[in-house]
Every structure is written in C-alpha cells, then in structure tokens.
C-alpha cells in the first residue's frame, strides 16, 4: 500500500468519521422498526405519544447537526488525528515486511523492555536530582571556589573563586563566609572592602568559627575598616582561642600583655606627674590617681619589665636608658610606700595643712610617729615585690603551656 495514496486515505480516514452519524441514525430507525414489528400496541403507544415523538425527532436532528458546535469539530479532529495516525502506521508496516517483522518481534518483548527503560529512566531522574541537590549544595560550591582560588585541575580565577564564595556564604556556610571575608580584606577577586570583610568575618564568627574570629580581631586591633578597640581585639582573640585556633591564642597572649604594660606604663605615668606636683611630708593616699596598692604594683612592674630587657640586651644605649628608667622607678616606688599612708579622717585636715608646711613642724610629730614607719614602709614594699614576681612566673608557666 503507497503510503500516499488519496483514495486510501479517504477509504482509512475520511469515510468512517463522516459515516459515523450516519449510522447512528440508521441504529435508531432499525431500533424503532423492530419495536413496532415485535411490539405493535406498544408501538402505537408510543408513536402517539407527541412529547415522545418530538424527542425522537430532536435527537435524530441533534445527531446530524452534530459537526456543526465546537466540542464535535474537536472531537472529529481528535478523532481524525488518531485514525490518521493509526492509518500510516499501518500503511508502513504494510509497505515494508522488514519493518512489519520487526514490529512483531516488537510486540512479543514490549511489557519487558518498558519495563527496563522505565527502571533505567526512574535511575536516571534519582541520579539527576543528586547532581542537581550536589550543585546545590554549599559545600560543593566552596569547593568550586577552592580550586578557581588554587588553580586545582582549572586555571586560577580569583574572581571566580570569589562568585563561589558569595554564593556558597550566602547559604550560610561559616568557611565560605571567611574565604569571602578574606578576599574582601586581601582584594582579592575584587577591590578591597574592609567593610564587607568586617561583615562576612562577623556571620562566620558568631558561628564560632575560630579563624574569623581571630581575623575579626586583628581588623578591630589595627583599626581597619572599624573603629580601633583593643578590648573588642581581645575579645575575639580570646573566644577564636577557646574554639583551637593558634594564631587566637598567640595573639591573646600578645594583645594581653600589651595592654598589660600599656596599662602599666600609663599609671605609672599619672603617678608619677603626680608625685612631681605633690611633695609631702606625710601624703593621703587617697588623693593618689590610683589606688596605693595599685600604684606600686605598676611601679614594680614596670622595673621587672626593664630588668628583663636589661639582661636581653648588649646594646650600650639601651643598657644605659633601662638602667635610668629603673633608678627613676625604684625611687617613685620608695617614696609611694614610705610618704603616703591611708590617713584616719580626724587627721585628715592636720595633714592636708602640713602638705604647705617646707619644714616638719613640732606639732605634726604625733603624726610622724603615728605614719611614718621605715619598717612597715620597708613590709609593704616588699609584699607588692614579691607578688609582682609571683605573678611574672605564673604568666611564664601559663604562656608555655599554651
């Protein structure tokens, strides 16, 4: 059979569907007939029956007026598209045996091999869907990020590696927000923006991830792109140091001690401008800018802390400048422990009225004997000594254990 053949495609297509009312009228007519020759009173009846009559008679016209509303001409046409379909599928198989064998051997294997395909076409969807939810995945795309940053099995891309990041930090993952933190801070992939390194640093840091905590430190420490606090520096060096991170606990001790002696040398300072303005015969302690015990403390410090870099350096500036700095301290410390005393408030006015005095008068002896005690001084100076040393090797034995 050609597979174009117009008077076929009339015969397989056309014809049936044109037909079809056709005989649905004619089922009706015979159907009436046979009623009437079986049943003739009932016959009657009914083709007396002028409702009934006028039904028939709608019906009948209704059927052949059916191709003319729109669900009929969509129905004839989905009608036609499927006997034409099925007319030149047959018409192949018709004009080619190899074919028709084919189809056949087809047949026989079908619920099989649908079944095969649909097992491998379920696999293939599951195994889409993993590769779509790895793309997907954070992770996945840190690591996309990694290696555009490396050059791992691509060419380096640090603007690529920086997309990545963005991508994968916005997702929420803590590491990805520090390599994008640290690429804003470093402008790397892009210009530089301490501001956007202060961001990402923070949502990784409140994450407790150490290494932004560390980093978010140094920018507060030195000021970048934030207002310069070293209580803030000190803060997250301390908590990166809790969470493991080295760089957190080098820098915490480092930080520490600097502000340690910062602290030091700044009371020391006050004190002893101080000390410089107020020469007493018998001082009120409480007039100090620091309290006595304090004070001294710091002054004890600060010539430890001289004496150190007196015994690690050979340089004869430095030896000579430490060496003042320490006769300078140990006399400010002499006089803080021996002149100035916690003084009872019945004395108070005595003693505020011998401060004018530039020669020790005869009625502030009971207060001389009363304050002023080379012994006691000597007990107290000692005392603020020995635990300024104490805490020195306690800080050593802590700082080698970290």
């Not at 869907?129 to 891309?157: H, M, Q, V």
């Not at 002893?272 to 004070?295: C, E, M, R, W």
């Not at 020669?359 to 080379?374: H, I, R």
Request: aromatic share 10%.
């Amino acid at each position: 059979m050609p597979l174009r053949n117009r008077k076929n495609l009339k015969i397989g297509v056309i014809v049936p569907i044109l037909v079809t009312p056709l005989k649905w009228v004619l089922a009706l007519g015979i159907g009436l007939f046979l009623v009437g020759f079986i049943f003739p009173k009932t016959a009657d009846k009914l083709y007396a029956n002028a409702a009934l009559n006028l039904s028939l008679n709608l019906g009948t016209l209704s059927i052949l007026l059916s191709p003319i509303s729109r669900k009929s001409r969509a129905d004839f046409w989905d009608d036609f598209e499927k006997r034409f379909q099925k007319y030149y599928t047959e018409a192949f198989y018709a004009a080619s045996p190899s074919a028709s064998a084919a189809r056949t051997e087809s047949d026989s294997g079908h619920s099989v091999v649908d079944q095969d395909k649909e097992k491998l076409l379920k696999k293939q969807i599951v195994s889409a869907e993993r590769d779509l939810e790895l793309l997907e995945n954070p992770e996945t795309i840190y690591g996309f990020g990694l290696a555009y940053s490396n050059g791992d099995d691509c060419e380096k891309d640090e603007r690529a590696a920086r997309e990545c990041f963005a991508i994968a930090a916005g997702k929420g993952l803590a590491m990805a927000q520090h390599a994008l933190a640290l690429m804003y801070e470093n402008g790397q992939g892009g210009p530089q923006d301490y501001a956007e390194a202060i961001r990402f640093y923070s949502m990784a840091a409140d994450q407790e991830y150490a290494a932004s905590q560390n980093n978010l430190g140094t920018l507060y420490e030195l000021g970048s792109g934030v207002a310069k606090s070293e209580d803030r520096a000190i803060f997250w060096y301390r908590k990166a140091a809790k969470n493991g991170d080295p760089n957190g606990h080098s820098n915490t001790n480092r930080l520490e001690e600097t502000m340690e002696r910062d602290n030091y040398f700044n009371i020391v300072g006050e004190v002893d401008a101080f000390l410089d303005t107020h020469n007493v015969h018998i001082g009120d302690s409480s007039l100090l800018p620091y309290p006595k015990q304090k004070a001294m403390y710091a002054v004890k410090w600060n010539v430890a802390y001289c004496e150190d870099g007196l015994k690690s350096t050979t340089d004869p500036a430095l030896v000579a400048r430490y060496t003042k700095l320490i006769s300078n301290l140990e006399i400010v410390f002499t006089l803080l422990a021996r002149d100035w005393h916690d003084i009872e408030p019945s004395d108070k006015e005595a003693v505020a009225r011998l401060s004018s005095c530039k020669e020790f008068p005869d009625w502030a002896l009971p207060l001389k004997l009363k304050y002023l005690n080379e012994r006691a001084a000597a007990e107290e100076a000692y005392a603020v000594a020995s635990q300024v040393m104490e805490d020195k090797v306690r800080e050593e034995q802590k700082r080698s254990a970290n």
